[in-house]
């Protein structure tokens, strides 16, 4: 037992140092490959990889370049004992590990966050390059492995230098300086843009500096260096979906200057920086056989190894940064300001790229209640303690956005733009529901639970009816459903505040505890569960203030069923205009409401759907939360026209 503790000591002393730097270079290829996809890609796996390779790639860095200094310093503290060349070999790799905590192109933050930790980032590029210094020092033998070591150390020592200048940049206090200065400069004459696709990019950079940055800060920009005149002709000068190429186009700049090295590749000094770290990491590459082949006796084969794989990765992870500067959106709209149209005509005809996931997560109440989908291994998870956190995810259901919703979402935006100023007494209508513009966390839930119980029951009416409503009231469901996914697991979308759950907890309890098995038999028992509902508030006293324990069981009792009945009483059409005219007034003053913050989080796992609408609502036709309404009776015109919009 004991022979074997002493070798195995012995192997993990001899590799230690080896299986580290080996593990840094592969984190920082899975960061480059991945980093870059979670600005289109919607799946929670890529987030939870890219979380745990970008919190261990400084780690096992800053460890290995630790052991590096360890090992050299032992050896000069020893009497007699000299630089042999195989500690020269490993001394070599600290530069290495200098251009790993540089970080790839494609990610430099996984947070807004980590832009506020800037100053961190400073102090341990001082650190860690001075102990590569010390290094450097206490390795000198005068041999040429040692002049490589120069070359390599000053490309490692741009690398860091870049994220952290980056990293500042991004931080809130930079942006919001530079916001007067970057609009000042964007006036351009876009007289030669021809093609649809460059003026949709350029469009969309200027949006990106001088809408989406001041209001992710909530600055006002004066109207004086406002670009409103632009905006009414996009409008009208572009198809609808060019109007959303322009935000996908512009969301995916505002990734690239918060969460990569945008801000400074795609500058003349940026790109000077990359062609000096590709020029030394090539040159270190070309010469490494010759020092190689003039000491061959002196190396251990497997260091030599290592270090060849350290030199190939760094030269292949330049040469995929270079390719994906080169086929950027980025790239393209600085060929444009410096008017290189016949570079950019030939890259044009062969880069495409997804811009944002295209997506809109649905979570149904009903769904969930009868538990349509079981977790894996739920036994394994409940004795973890996993099982609820990652039941709400897992009934979280991926979808792609349809035209048709788009459509109906701009015509009715674009129909409540043009008659805002119109008559508003046409027709009454009894307010229905909670008021969404006082409690909108109660009033998406009601009207979910509603919806979701209409659509139910109203099944086979919908489909008689005809196929252009059955589109209307799938599409209005999508929305729904839209909704409480970001009430169940983005709360912070809908709220600023600290939510109150236990009125979403207790019918979820109560409904498990009725042992549903049907949706229909969830809509014909409701009034049932709902009584259950109450009772559980009453033995859990989980809300401790009477107030809010009032206000709850009121909701309970009465807003939700009042609600059912309300619309219970409305003939289909009618039914289903309400409801309709309800959610696409929702829609847009929850995405006006939500924090410009929160819709930059949201950036980085693929783009919410809800920032698209605030873009479309906030910027291209200049609403506020405050020109929606709770009642139809306030809006008659968009009432009665939101059931033709899809046949136009």
């Not at 490959?33 to 890529?46: A, D, E, Q, V, Y």
């Not at 969301?251 to 020029?279: C, E, H, S």
């Not at 030269?315 to 270079?322: F, N, P, R």
């Amino acid at each position: 037992m004991e022979f074997s503790s002493l070798s195995m000591m012995k192997l993990w002393k001899e590799w230690h140092l080896r299986v580290t730097v080996l593990l840094s270079l592969t984190l920082q290829i899975v960061l480059i490959t991945l980093g870059n996809r979670r600005k289109h890609n919607h799946k929670l796996w890529i987030s939870i990889v890219v979380w745990c390779v970008y919190l261990s790639a400084d780690v096992i860095a800053t460890f290995a370049l630790g052991i590096i200094t360890n090992n050299v310093s032992n050896i000069c503290d020893e009497e007699g004992v000299s630089m042999d060349a195989n500690n020269e070999l490993t001394a070599f790799w600290a530069p290495f590990l200098l251009l790993h905590l540089g970080g790839p192109e494609t990610i430099t933050a996984y947070a807004l966050e980590d832009n506020e930790l800037w100053l961190r980032h400073f102090l341990g590029l001082a650190v860690q390059t001075g102990m590569a210094i010390y290094v450097f020092i206490m390795a000198w033998t005068g041999s040429h492995l040692l002049i490589l070591y120069l070359l390599m150390f000053v490309a490692g020592l741009i690398k860091y230098g870049e994220r952290t200048w980056v990293l500042r940049k991004a931080s809130i206090e930079t942006i919001r300086e530079s916001i007067a200065d970057d609009v000042m400069n964007l006036f351009f004459d876009q007289t030669n843009f021809v093609s649809d696709e460059r003026f949709t990019l350029f469009e969309a950079y200027r949006l990106v500096h001088i809408y989406f940055r001041p209001l992710f800060l909530n600055v006002k920009v004066p109207l004086l260096f406002r670009y409103s005149a632009s905006i009414p002709y996009i409008i009208t000068s572009t198809t609808l979906e060019n109007r959303f190429k322009i935000i996908e186009a512009a969301l995916g700049f505002m990734y690239d200057n918060l969460y990569t090295k945008a801000p400074l590749l795609y500058t003349r000094w940026g790109l000077g920086l990359r062609v000096i770290t590709f020029f030394l990491t090539s040159s270190v590459l070309v010469l490494f056989p010759v020092v190689v082949i003039h000491d061959k006796h002196k190396f251990s084969n497997t260091d030599v190894t290592i270090t060849y794989i350290l030199l190939v990765g760094a030269v292949i992870l330049e040469l995929y940064s270079a390719v994906l500067i080169l086929s950027s959106d980025r790239f393209l709209v600085w060929l444009l300001m410096h008017r290189k149209f016949s570079t950019l005509k030939s890259l044009e005809s062969f880069l495409t790229q997804k811009r944002w996931s295209n997506n809109m997560s649905q979570f149904s109440l009903l769904s969930f209640i009868i538990k349509e989908k079981r977790l894996p291994c739920p036994n394994i998870l409940k004795r973890l303690r996993l099982d609820k956190k990652l039941e709400k995810q897992w009934y979280a259901a991926d979808m792609e956005i349809p035209k048709s919703l788009k459509t109906l979402i701009w015509l009715y935006l674009e129909e409540k733009s043009r008659d805002r100023n119109g008559p508003t007494n046409s027709i009454h209508v009894d307010c229905v529901g909670p008021d969404f513009t006082e409690e909108l966390e109660k009033s998406i839930l009601a009207w979910h639970v509603a919806t979701d119980i209409r659509y139910e029951l109203d099944g086979e009416d919908i489909k008689r009816h005809g196929p252009a409503f059955e589109l209307h009231c799938g599409l209005i469901c999508q929305i729904s459903r839209y909704m409480f996914y970001l009430m169940a697991l983005h709360p912070n979308m809908i709220s600023d505040e600290n939510m109150n759950h236990i009125t979403l907890r207790s019918i979820l309890w109560a409904a498990r505890s009725l042992k549903f098995t049907n949706k229909i038999g969830i809509c014909e028992r409701f009034n049932e569960l709902l009584t259950v509902s109450e009772t559980y508030l009453d033995q859990r006293c989980l809300v401790l203030e009477s107030e809010s324990e009032n206000d709850i069981k009121k909701f309970l009792k009465n807003i939700l069923p009042g609600l059912l009945r309300k619309l219970s009483e409305q003939e289909l059409e009618e039914r289903w205009k309400i409801i309709s005219w309800t959610w696409l007034e929702m829609l847009p003053y929850a995405a006006i409401k939500c924090r410009g913050i929160q819709h930059a989080q949201h950036l980085r796992s693929g783009g919410e759907f809800l920032t698209h609408v605030w873009f479309l609502a906030s910027v291209f036709l200049e609403f506020t939360h405050k020109d929606f309404k709770s009642n139809p009776s306030d809006d008659p015109i968009l009432f009665n026209s939101v059931m033709p919009l899809l046949k136009r």
